[in-house]
């Protein structure tokens, strides 16, 4: 017995050193010396197996514009995400019929055959059941874009969505409604869990920031486009831009080239070098980053991925990471805020339309990314941005609690002259979102998810995010009954103070370092990750 744990515990020194050995080669190949020389940094890397460092690899000649091209266009799946998810705002007074202030042909203008009349349990079964969809579709989704692949999955979600918006548009029955939005569901959970997966492996360090941004940009916009066409068109109408949206989002990808890191591991590696060349441009070393990804490859290859890998250390601790930021996020209320928005404002008494505070917050939101993928998330580590994210999410939902409390009391008329706090308590909430809670989950995700476990992790963490997407939106309106209006708002913030003790105790600092490097902390012993070199190209 002893005599296999003292193999065991070698056979892992054995794994740790070779992971190790191939990240210090990938930082090492970061000290180019002005004649193109590897510089002496305490004598040479050497291996049984490999007698020298020879593949430097300086990311600053990879041209950029490629790169955000592709980033686009496979984020362009979650401005169809953001659309979907914010389409219940706008037409709930539609479909029930309340009036809001705004213009839109009413549906008695129509035949009888079309006209629909949701009570609260339908309406909140048409905004929670999209989860559903999109939860088995991110399960799917891991399994899908290792099996076919990342770009030609994504290509082939456009029929769902089509066919889901098309049921939706021409909807008779509640029925209707119900099954349109659980396809286009299932289109939204698989493209969540490959979208991010893809743009991290076809962008350089230096740009992964920026471009893993842009999936948070797009989810924004589709929310506030929803909106804002919300004011002053029928949901019918709305139904079928909808409906014409994800074409766009196809002739995107078929522009741009697989992931390199899949072609190579299907043994493309004339194709895997033509992406690189596409995505790079001519004056790269393109040969290193191949040689790079061809020994990922090999090493990944050694072992065949299983779930039950979801218990070894260096897949559970990043699996773990990403499923507790997802709940962070959801805990948060974003999704709950979101669905539930013009509902939160008759709540509060607005004396103007209700659907404009939707669009304002959506502004913020919107606004607050731009901000935070231009310039913040440049300058700013990724704890840093996380824990003011949620610092600012936290104090809003804490004022709004405060608010509701006591404008519920006996004798609260003097509260009349507050009116102004529910909104800019909600505008500066999503504003934080846009910052780095709506953005970060996904990111950190696809930076530390192990590339041999990446498939599946990216399902178990899209699933958690919709899950709990699920659990907050269908749960709101009953924990208003029992926690109150106040009471639901503090939850919220408290979960916000718990993310910031997360961050603060557990996450590790993923900016600038490479997948290699992010492995080597997982699988290894080291306390802090900010004791690995950071990769910093010329």
Known sequence: MNHNRLAGKVADSKEISVISFRAMEEVNSAFVGDDGQLEDIGGPVTSPKTPSVKHEIDYSTATKRPQIGAALAAAFSAFLL??????????????????????????????????????????????????????????????????FGRRFVLMVMTAPYIIGWLMISLAVDSNMLYVGRVVVGFSGGVCTAIAPCYIGEISTPAMRGIVGFFFSVNLASGLLVTSVMGLWMHWRWLSVICTIEPIIFLVGMICVPESPYFLMRKGKQSEALEALVWLRGSTYNIKAELHQIETRVLEDSKETCKISDVCQPWVFKPVLIGVVLMLLQQFSGLNALSFNAAEIFRLANFSFDRLIGVVLINVAQVSAVVLSSVVLVKRLNRRTLFII???????????????????G???????????????????????AIGLGLGALPWLISSEIL???????????VAFTNFAMSFTVTKTF????RVMTHAGVFWFYS?????????????LPETKDRTPLQIEVYFRSRVKRISSLPILTPK
């Open 389 to 407: 994210s949620e610092g600012i999410a936290g104090l809003s939902m804490l004022l709004m609690g405060v608010y509701f409390h006591y404008s």
């Open 409 to 431: 009391r006996p004798h609260s008329q003097e509260m009349v002259n507050f009116k102004w706090i529910p909104l800019t308590a909600m505008i500066v909430f999503f504003a």
């Open 450 to 460: 192990p590339p041999r476990f990446r498939g599946p992790g990216s399902s178990i």
């Open 82 to 147: 953001g659309t979907t998810l914010g389409w219940s705002s706008p037409v709930q007074p539609q479909l029930q019929h309340i009036s809001t202030g705004s213009f839109y042909p009413n549906d008695t203008q129509l035949a009888n055959i079309w006209h629909i009349d949701l009570d609260d349990d339908q309406m909140s079964w048409v905004g929670s059941l999209l989860n559903i969809g999109a939860m088995i579709g991110a399960l799917s989704g891991g399994f899908l874009m290792d099996k």
């Open 477 to 480: 309106v009953d924990m208003n």
């Open 494 to 506: 408290g979960a916000c103070c718990l993310g910031i003790m997360f961050v603060l105790f557990l």
